[in-house]
């Protein structure tokens, strides 16, 4: 077994040193114990301490002066902050000077000793992650599934065709029709995404075809759409589920012509712009339901491209987890590491989010987390639940189940009302509206729609 580090423990009140010391040396550590401010200065400068205990306030010299010098001596030594007089400036100037911790008095001596303990392996030195072929490319993966994805992002490349993609929330889609046009002999012209649940009903024809001097009120000036913008490179319909019915048609035209006719224009332009489509919701059922052109998605589906959900790629999860905790440490300046039990239970997640949910986990970890390792319990605390304890009935959970449960919440909280719940959500109200239309939860019989939805357990009563 390794000998402990060395530990130096300052206080200006001997009461506190002592037993600090005689607890940790009884655990092992070999500890030097000073009173004195200057003489912590001058020993903390002297990098012989990888470990540092120090109280914020001792004499003229604080422990944020020793915080300063240790790491100026010592880069990777760890200093642990205590203080009975903690203030918002003392701790941000604490954790921004790269304090390991900052603990309240009176001490407590096991959550010190729990604390000292990741210190301790924080200072090993960290294991070089497997080199990454890929590790300069947005998408990454060595699961057959994205082998796969990669194969059909290759054929998209070559072709002209529509390509539809679809998949989840959060698990790529844009990421794949960017990678679509990057392999493609557009890469050198833009790539315009469009979100389409962003764009109001009325505004969708001069939005993506422009319009003309005089089209209407405020047009002072031809305006170029979204489709003449993006001419000779690729247009991406995000979420092209929520398109109005009233536009559909003209964007069937549009790709089966290859011609659009800005607002107030007398003649049609031809398109020059490839587009890529994608969506996360079922558009067969759409179709079914009357809310989608059956001849619209056959146009759309022309490439049909699949992008695989993070749980049928558990292999890929360590990938994905280094990569993003590289990166949240490089924009946070911090230096953290997943410890083996905390990736198990990364590994072991549903992620009905996806990629995009594990990549804000690992964000949220980094933040809110001492430097040093990551263990079970900031995994637990930045998934907001005890991750250990997800049950199967969770991972069965499909994706429109867990949208439709995270709706209802937001119009119980608000009481029905479904404009403040739309702006709850994030949503406009009108696509609040398609869905709770289409989970049957609006009261039949009336020609308006009502401020009060009927929820499931209300039909059952």
């Not at 902050?81 to 921004?96: I, N, P, W």
């Not at 405020?218 to 759409?225: H, I, M, Q, T, V």
């Not at 398109?243 to 224009?265: D, H």
């Not at 905790?325 to 990736?343: H, I, K, V, Y």
């Amino acid at each position: 077994m390794s000998a402990k580090p060395a530990v130096l423990v300052v206080d200006d009140d001997e009461g506190i040193t002592f037993p600090i010391a005689t607890f940790l040396e009884a655990k092992g550590y070999s500890v030097t114990v000073t009173n004195s401010g200057s003489e912590a200065l001058r020993l903390a400068q002297g990098a012989t301490f990888p470990l540092i205990l120090a109280d914020i306030y001792i004499d003229r010299v604080t422990g944020l002066d020793i915080l300063r010098a240790a790491k100026q001596a010592a880069p990777s030594s760890a200093v642990i902050l205590m203080t009975a007089k903690g203030s918002v400036r003392t701790t941000v100037d604490a954790e921004s000077g790269g304090a390991f911790d900052y603990l309240p008095k009176p001490i407590d001596l096991n959550q010190l000793l729990q604390v000292l303990q990741r210190a301790e392996l924080s200072l090993q030195p960290e294991e070089a992650p497997a080199a990454d072929s890929a590790s300069g490319e947005a998408m990454i993966g060595v699961t057959p599934v994205m082998v796969r994805l990669y194969k059909d992002i290759a054929r998209a490349a070559r072709s002209e065709a529509t390509a539809l993609i679809c998949g989840e929330t959060g698990s790529g889609k844009e990421l794949v029709a960017r990678a679509i046009h990057a392999a493609s002999g557009r890469a050198k012209q833009q790539f315009l995404p469009v979100d389409c649940a962003a764009i109001p009903e009325n505004l969708w024809e001069s939005e993506l075809f422009g319009s003309t001097r005089g089209a209407f009120t405020s047009a002072e000036k031809d305006r170029a759409g979204i489709i003449e913008q993006a001419r000779g490179g690729t247009v991406f319909l995000d979420e092209i589920g929520e398109i109005p019915t009233s536009f559909q048609s003209k964007l069937l035209r549009l790709l089966e012509a290859k011609e659009y006719r800005p607002v107030g224009a007398s003649a049609p332009k031809l398109v020059s712009a490839r587009i890529l489509a994608a969506t996360h919701r079922q558009l067969e059922a759409m179709i079914q339901a009357g809310e989608f052109r059956a001849d619209l998605y056959h146009r759309l589906n022309v490439l049909r491209i699949d992008v695989p959900p993070l749980r049928e790629r558990v292999q890929d999860i360590r990938l994905l987890a280094n990569r993003f905790l590289s990166d949240a440490n490089s924009r946070q300046g911090r230096q953290t590491r997943l410890e083996p039990p905390a990736m198990k239970i990364l590994e072991s997640q549903p992620w009905p989010g996806n990629v995009r949910e594990l990549k804000n986990a690992i964000e949220r970890m980094v933040a809110m987390s001492s430097p040093g390792p990551l263990g079970e319990a900031e995994v637990r605390q930045a998934l907001g639940t005890n991750a250990a304890q997800v049950t199967s009935s969770a991972v069965a959970m499909t994706l429109e189940e867990a949208e439709k449960k995270h709706v209802l919440e937001a119009l119980r909280a608000c009481g029905g009302n479904r404009t403040q719940a739309a702006e709850r959500l994030n949503i406009q109200r009108r696509t609040l509206y398609k869905k709770l239309e289409r989970w049957g939860l609006l009261r039949e019989g009336h020609s308006a729609v009502p401020e009060t939805p009927i929820f499931e357990d209300e039909r059952k009563s």
